[in-house]
């Protein structure tokens, strides 16, 4: 595999590790991936319109390192992931994979484990909210990667395709966890084995995404929501986060304890704290994710 440096940085108002990831030389034009931070908000966008934003190597690299890092960050309270150009992401780059077909070592299921599989694992299990802002087509891994965030604002002008099966690959990315709950196992199955492109209001309507916008409103519309959750309680959110995925995989009895426990972290937090005393002061709070 084609190793290179992490992405490029922005620094933002609330940014000051950022010497502890490594830049490149690269401008931000063409750096694979632009990570921006600023006010407890990371912006992190796919850029590679030239190729839909198509994910090789360099691109996944960066992306693995982009999302362990803001999701360790204590000052990131909630990233956004979108795309540059006309599309979001169209799943992995197929040029690349032509010509890694003639190596021995390289192989999808490496990909998948050394890639895919982390990145998913981050979107969806950082103690924090995750945004999709689908700016255009996600298809393949790069629908799995919108479908494994918390919350899909499409513009007008997205679409999702599952892809896998109309070039002869099963699914990647989580696709086979999270799509058959948010839309059923028998349409999950129609959309993975019937791929077509999804249109922005009949995905709206399916449970794909959570809201649709006007192209050119989608960028003020996602700030709006991840200021909002930005501001809230972080930690209360990420424990919501990890008692919906601990639920899917166990009984009753089990989800209750774990909620208990959850519900004994944050009921000891600053936050809940916080809150309270807001609500008798007739105020509003101030969250600081502990």
């Known amino acids: 595999m084609v190793a290179t440096g992490p992405p490029r940085f922005h620094r933002g108002t609330d940014w000051d590790r950022v010497t502890a990831m490594t830049q490149t030389p690269d401008s931000p034009s063409t750096a694979p991936l632009l990570v921006e931070v600023a006010d407890g908000i990371a912006w992190l966008r796919l850029n590679r319109p030239e190729a839909m934003n198509s994910l090789d190597n360099a691109l996944k690299d960066a992306l693995v390192t982009a999302l362990r890092e803001v999701g360790e960050d204590p000052a990131v309270r909630c990233v956004v992931l979108t795309g540059t150009g006309r599309a979001f ?10 010509r890694s077909l003639g190596d021995p070592t390289s192989t999808l299921a490496t990909t998948v484990t050394d890639h895919y599989n982390p990145i998913v694992i981050a979107l969806s299990t950082m103690n924090k909210p995750v945004v999709a802002a689908l700016n255009g087509v996600a298809a393949g891994a790069g629908m799995s990667f919108a479908l494994a ?26 696709a086979s966890w999270t799509l058959p709950r948010l839309v059923g196992p028998a349409r999950a199955k129609e959309l993975l084995l019937l791929p077509r492109t999804v ?57 209750l304890a774990n909620e208990a426990e959850l519900m004994a972290l944050t009921g000891g937090s600053s936050d809940h704290r916080a809150a309270v005393d807001a609500f008798l002061a007739k105020e509003k709070p101030t969250y600081t994710g502990a």
């Open 89 to 98: 992401c169209v799943g992995q780059d197929l040029k690349e994979h032509v």
């Open 149 to 174: 965030c918390d919350f899909r604002i499409a513009s007008e002008q997205a679409g999702l395709n599952t892809s896998f099966a109309g070039i002869a690959l099963s699914c990647d990315s989580g």
């Open 199 to 255: 249109p922005a209001a009949e995905a709206l309507a399916m449970g794909l995404v959570t809201k649709v916008v006007p192209d050119a409103e989608l960028e003020a519309g996602v700030t709006e929501l991840a200021r909002t959750l930005a501001d809230g309680p972080t930690l209360a959110y990420g424990s919501i986060r990890r008692a919906v995925a601990h639920s899917a995989g166990t009984d009753l009895a089990d989800a």
